[in-house]
C-alpha cells in the first residue's frame, strides 16, 4: 500500500494528480464527440496549431491562454473557410493549415533565447508544475464545457448522426458543429500546460474510443471515459514516480495502454459470446 500511496504524499505531485483528473474529465466529454464525429484530425490539428499564439503571446509577454485559444481557432476558422472549396477535402485544409500554422510557430519561437526549453515545455507539458491558479483555471473550463454540452446535447446529437433530421428540426447543424469546435479548442488550450499538446490527444482520444467498446449511450460513455481518464492520470504519475519518467508522457501513455487492453478484452468477449 506504501507503494501506492507514497507518491501522492508529494504536494507537486497530489497537486498534478487533481489537474490531470480535471483534464481528464473535460476531455471525456469533448473527447466523445470528437470519436463519433471522426474529428481527431481535426483536434490534432488543433493542439499543434496554437503554437504561434503561443510563442507570440509569450515573446510580447503577453497571456499564454490567450494566445493558445486565438491560433486554435483561427486553425479551426481557416480549416472551415478551405473546406467550403469544392476542390479541398477537410483532410487536405486541416493538413495545410496544421504545416503553416506549425512551421510559423517554430519560426517564433527559435528567436527565443530559450528556444529547446520553450519548444519541450509545449510539446510535453509539465504536470509537476502545475499551480493553483492552473486548477482554478481548468476547473473554470470544465464547468464551462459541461454546461455547454448538457445545454446543446440534443443539437450535437443531431448534428453528429443526422444532419439533414438536424435541419429539419431547427437545431442548425453548423451551429453545432462551431459550438463543438471551439470546445474542443478550449479543453486543448486548458489542457496543453499540464499534459502538453502532444500527449493531450492521448486524454482526448484514448478514453472515449475505449468507452465506445463498452457503451452504447453518449452518456454512459462519457462517464466511462472519465473514468478511464482520471485511471490513466493516477496510474500514469504513479509509474512516472517509480520509473523516473516524464510525467505527461506516462500518462497518455497508460490512457493508450487501457485502450488497448480494453479493445482486446472487448474482442475475447464477443468470440466467447459467438
Known sequence: MNWLVAPFGSELVLRGAVAGSLVALMCAIVGTWVVLRGSVFL?????????????????????????????????????SVLSRTARFSSDTSIGLLLVGMLAVGVIVVSHSNSYAVDLTAFLFGDVL???????AVLTGALVLV?????????????????VRKAATLGLSPASAGIVLTVLIAVAIVASFHVVGTLLVLGLLVAPPAAATLWAHSIGRIMLLAAVVGVVSVWLGLLLSWHAATAGGASIAAVAVALFFCSAAASAVIRRAAA
Open 146 to 162: 459541461a454546461v455547454i454540452a448538457f445545454v446543446g446535447r440534443r443539437a450535437f446529437i443531431a448534428a453528429t448522426f443526422d
Open 129 to 135: 508544475g502545475v499551480r493553483l491558479g492552473d486548477i
Open 43 to 79: 483536434g490534432d490539428a488543433m493542439s499543434h496549431g496554437m503554437l504561434p499564439g503561443v510563442a507570440a503571446a509569450s515573446a510580447l509577454g503577453g497571456n499564454l491562454l490567450a494566445g493558445a485559444l486565438t491560433a486554435a481557432l483561427a486553425m479551426a476558422y481557416g480549416v
